[in-house]
């Protein structure tokens, strides 16, 4: 009898063991074998991103040259997907980011399920036109992502200070252009990414009221057509990096990058 119990017991220990080896490989690359045989058919995003699903969804890569998912676990599950056309637009920001700022690192985070509908806890990532894009962080070793797992709800219960800084990681916010201008000239009436871009780029960006509106006719930013908030969005990220790249030189000539 006891020997039987011995090889039983064996037999389970190395079920128990494939299962488990097995599970890991599988919230380690089942994202990458969902984009191996996702379909080719183009996306469709029914309704609005509040009330709306998805057709044949694109997931976003688990990782590339400069940027990661935040959960390997929810990117296998499929919370990483997304409309075709947006999944384009993020990888072609993420290439010129990589050109452009190749020591910055980003972390993305929920976006939609591969056929859309509530996203739980989210009320809006419903018809795969939301991405949710974790802040670029310093910390003594320099640029880095965020930690995130299951203890932090995946990032989403990270909290910074009034400063920036985030002691439970023990970093920063890779940079605010807005404290920047503050502090190199805190006389100034305006510190907003329109008048900066102006005032240092000679660069005048797109109005978020051209794609919204005014007054009775304002829409929301869900009801703006893809394109255009596309473009609004990648304007936003690139100008700021532009700006942090003429700022840190000022903050470090007037002995000011400490205060920062």
């Keep these: 009898m006891r020997p039987r119990l011995r090889r039983a017991f064996r037999v389970i220990l190395g079920l128990m063991v494939v299962v488990a080896v097995g599970g890991a490989a599988l919230v380690r690359w089942g994202n990458d074998l969902a984009l191996v045989f996702e379909s080719s058919a183009p996306s469709q995003s029914i309704g609005t991103t509040a009330d709306g699903r998805l057709v044949n969804g694109k997931h976003l890569p688990t990782a590339g040259a400069n940027f990661q998912t935040y959960s390997y676990l929810c990117a296998a599950l499929g919370r990483n997907s997304v409309h075709g056309q947006v999944r384009a637009v993020v990888l072609d920001a993420y290439g010129t980011m990589q050109r452009e700022h190749p020591a910055v690192r980003f972390l993305y985070g929920e976006c939609s399920w591969p056929s859309g509908g ?18 670029p962080v310093k910390s003594a070793d320099g640029p880095g992502v965020l930690k995130t797992g299951i203890t932090n709800k995946f990032g989403y219960s990270v909290e910074f200070d009034d400063e920036g800084y985030c002691d439970s990681q023990n970093c920063h916010i890779d940079f605010d252009t807005m404290v920047a201008s503050y502090l190199i000239n805190p006389s100034k009436p305006q510190h907003n990414i329109d008048a900066l871009c102006l005032e240092y780029l000679n660069y005048e960006k797109v109005p978020t009221s051209d794609l919204i509106g005014k007054g009775v006719k304002q829409i929301t930013m869900r009801e703006v057509p893809l394109e255009k908030v596309s473009f609004y969005a990648c304007e936003d990220a690139d100008f700021t990096l532009r700006l942090k790249e003429i700022f840190e030189p000022k903050l470090q000539k007037q002995c000011l990058i400490r205060d920062f």
């Design 118 to 135: 509530r996203l739980r806890p989210h009320l809006t990532h419903r018809n795969g036109l939301s991405v949710d894009f974790m802040v």
